[in-house]
Structures are given as structure tokens and as C-alpha cells.
């Protein structure tokens, strides 16, 4: 099955709005230069996980998967690269979000985040179906053998 993501905002806003928490955090906790300090590295982080993570911005960023039978898992990303491997037996699933972690022979775990928006609400479905139990609907349009 293959799928093609889109940017999510909703990702984007939750991001940021965790980031801001901890940043607020800090800045209530340590002395004005450490807490500043911190602050600032929060917002810089908050910037690249959202243009990587949400927004697909970054030539890092996935931009399609191609989900096959046995956890085989395709991903590719804005840049044109393909990463091919199998989905870890480590996956989160839930209503609104899909985490896995691709592995592939002789390099590091990636860790692929898709959330709700990201796909067609059928699509994701599927997703989910298939993280939770390697399960391509029969027929479906994209399945890989």
C-alpha cells in the first residue's frame, strides 16, 4: 500500500505548543541568563522538529511510504532518497497518531511519525491496520506482495 503525506498542522501547533510549555518552564525556573538560555535552545528545537516532523519541509523530511507484507517498509523522502527496511516490532499506534521505527541492515533506526491529518482518513485507517497487525486490505490499490 502506498501513501503519500502531507503536511499536519495540527502536529505543528502541538509541537510548538509543548516546546513553548517547556520553555516557560525554564524561564520560571532557572536565573534570567540560564533560563533565557534554554529558552532560546527550545525554540530552535521547536523550529527543526516542526519543519522535519510536521510541516515535511526539511529534504529529511518523509514525504511517501510504501507499506508491504511482513512489516516491509519503503520511505521516502522529499530529497528523492528511498530508505528501504522492515517496521521494529516497537510501534505506537493510537486514534490519532502512527509511530514507527524503520531498520534497516547496517544503518540507525529512523523513527517515522505520522499523524492523522497526514493522510486521508481511509488511508490512515489502513496504516493503522497494518502497524498493529501487518494487515493490507485485500485489493487495495498499492499493496505490495
Same mark, same amino acid.
Given at each position: 500500500?502506498?501513501?503519500?503525506?502531507?503536511?499536519? /498542522?495540527?502536529?505543528?501547533?502541538?509541537?510548538?505548543?509543548?516546546?513553548?510549555?517547556?520553555?516557560?518552564?525554564?524561564?520560571?525556573?532557572?536565573?534570567?541568563?540560564?533560563?533565557? =538560555?534554554?529558552?532560546?535552545? $527550545?525554540?530552535?528545537l521547536a523550529g527543526f522538529s516542526v519543519r522535519r516532523q510536521a510541516l $515535511?519541509?526539511? /529534504?529529511?523530511? /518523509?514525504?511517501? $511510504?510504501?507499506?508491504?507484507?511482513?512489516?516491509?517498509?519503503?520511505?521516502?523522502?522529499? %530529497?528523492?532518497?528511498?530508505?528501504? =527496511?522492515?517496521?521494529?516490532?516497537?510501534?505506537?499506534?493510537?486514534?490519532?497518531?502512527? &509511530?514507527?521505527?524503520? &531498520?534497516? /541492515?547496517?544503518?540507525?533506526?529512523?523513527?517515522?511519525?505520522?499523524?492523522? %491529518?497526514? $493522510?486521508?482518513?481511509?488511508?490512515?485507517?489502513h496504516m493503522r491496520l497494518w502497524a498493529l497487525w501487518d494487515a493490507i486490505p485485500a485489493g487495495h490499490a498499492g499493496a505490495c506482495?
Amino acid at each position: 500500500m502506498r501513501v503519500e503525506l502531507r503536511a499536519s /498542522p495540527y502536529l505543528a501547533l502541538f509541537t510548538l505548543g509543548v516546546h513553548g510549555g517547556a520553555a516557560a518552564i525554564l524561564l520560571a525556573l532557572l536565573p534570567p541568563p540560564a533560563g533565557l =538560555g534554554g529558552a532560546f535552545l $527550545l525554540a530552535i528545537l521547536a523550529g527543526f522538529s516542526v519543519r522535519r516532523q510536521a510541516l $515535511l519541509w526539511a /529534504p529529511e523530511a /518523509p514525504v511517501g $511510504l510504501e507499506l508491504g507484507r511482513d512489516a516491509s517498509l519503503l520511505v521516502r523522502l522529499r %530529497d528523492g532518497t528511498e530508505l528501504h =527496511g522492515k517496521a521494529s516490532g516497537r510501534r505506537y499506534v493510537n486514534r490519532w497518531l502512527v &509511530v514507527l521505527d524503520l &531498520v534497516r /541492515p547496517g544503518a540507525k533506526r529512523r523513527t517515522i511519525l505520522v499523524a492523522g %491529518d497526514m $493522510l486521508p482518513a481511509g488511508e490512515f485507517r489502513h496504516m493503522r491496520l497494518w502497524a498493529l497487525w501487518d494487515a493490507i486490505p485485500a485489493g487495495h490499490a498499492g499493496a505490495c506482495a
